[in-house]
């Protein structure tokens, strides 16, 4: 386990630029620490909205359900059998097809491709029904079982390693979202508690995961739930990419205060002087407008939702707010 040398830490040089100008840097970097908390518990409140909204949704209770079908008879549900003596040595930092393994999930129901190692043209044909197609739809059976990753969008060929499932419906009777957001609900999550393998490994076998069933709306109410699942969604990754950004900003930020003490040990205490009348760097600007535009623009909302009462929620506008409910309010 690496250690920190306790000399080395002793022997630590820290600059020390005057009280006023810590209290300054301070401000600034309290400023920005209070806008991250801020978006923190947006995203957590609109979070709640979504799984809120989704379960609401997904409560079939009263719905006319067209029929019901099963991973195992209706759907294709395909994974790497045995690993086909697939193993991490072949793993490679580049190359031309992608490997999609249960630590590529992101949070956010796609799956990282930046994050995917490499293997071999002939791991990648070994197997077509494992080859990814835009409109897949995955799930982990491995480790953190039933994380679940839509395919948006492919930017070269991949192929899965054993830990993941990808389901199809070859006759296109579910819109693959709508199996998506399906399988994020509380039906799958239940359902899963009750039928993984026991032990200290616990794992999601195909034969467990072949007798799990989806109820089938009709395609308009399929899209309708969608449409408003894919609103949250995407409200909730704006707040993450403005997250992102201000986190970034404040790396930055840190990293031209590290260079401009440097700056001032080779050309004085004159130019530092002036550098503070004109704080904020120019090329920090465009950042800090576009995350005004998020921070600045939040409002709450209020309307009447179909068996739900008076509902208020924060959004960036009210257009976007009354969109959804609009579609809610149609069921």
């Known amino acids: 386990m ?7 830490i002793k022997s630590l040089l820290i600059p020390i630029p005057s009280l006023s100008e810590q209290q300054r840097i301070v401000g600034i970097l309290d400023t920005f620490t209070s806008a991250i908390d801020n978006l923190k518990e947006q995203i957590a409140q609109r979070r709640k909205q979504y799984e809120y909204y989704r379960d609401q949704l997904l409560d079939l209770e009263g719905k006319e359900i067209i029929t019901t079908l ?3 008879n209706d759907f294709q549900l395909k994974a790497r059998i045995g690993w086909q003596g697939l193993t ?11 490997l999609v ?4 999930f992101s949070g956010n129901l796609r799956i990282d491709f930046d994050s995917c190692v490499f293997v071999e043209k002939e791991r990648y044909e070994q197997d077509e029904y494992i080859m990814l197609k835009v ?3 995955l799930i982990t059976k491995d480790g953190t079982l039933g994380k679940v990753a839509y395919i948006d969008k492919l930017d070269m060929p991949a192929t899965l390693n054993g830990g993941v499932f990808v389901v199809r419906d070859p006759k296109k009777r579910v819109i693959p979202k709508f199996i998506m957001y399906y399988l994020t609900s509380d039906h799958f999550k239940k359902w899963m508690q009750q039928n993984h393998t026991t032990g200290s490994i616990q794992h999601l076998t195909q034969k467990l995961l072949s007798t799990f069933t989806i109820p089938v709306l009709s395609e308009i109410e399929q899209q309708r739930i969608v449409s408003i699942l894919d609103t949250f969604e995407a409200s909730i990754q704006n707040l993450e990419e403005q997250l992102k950004l201000l986190q970034q900003i404040i790396m930055d930020e840190m990293t031209v205060r590290q260079t401009e003490e440097l700056a001032d040990k080779a ?3 004159a130019e530092r002087e002036h550098r503070q009348t004109n704080f904020i760097p120019e090329h920090f600007k465009s950042k800090i407008k576009k995350l005004s535009q998020t921070l600045n623009t939040k409002v709450k909302v209020k309307r009447n939702v179909k068996g739900q009462g008076s509902v208020v929620i924060d959004f960036r506008d009210e257009a976007e707010f009354d969109r959804i409910m609009e579609l809610f309010n149609q069921q």
């Not at 690496?2 to 080395?8: R, S, W």
């Not at 072949?90 to 097809?97: L, R």
């Open 135 to 137: 409109g897949d739809v």
């Open 2 to 8: 690496p250690t920190i040398d306790a000399n080395a």
């Open 70 to 72: 099963s991973f195992g």
């Open 267 to 269: 050309k004085g205490k």
């Open 101 to 104: 393994t249960g630590t590529d």
């Open 88 to 98: 991490k040595k072949e793993y490679k930092t580049s190359g031309d097809y992608k």
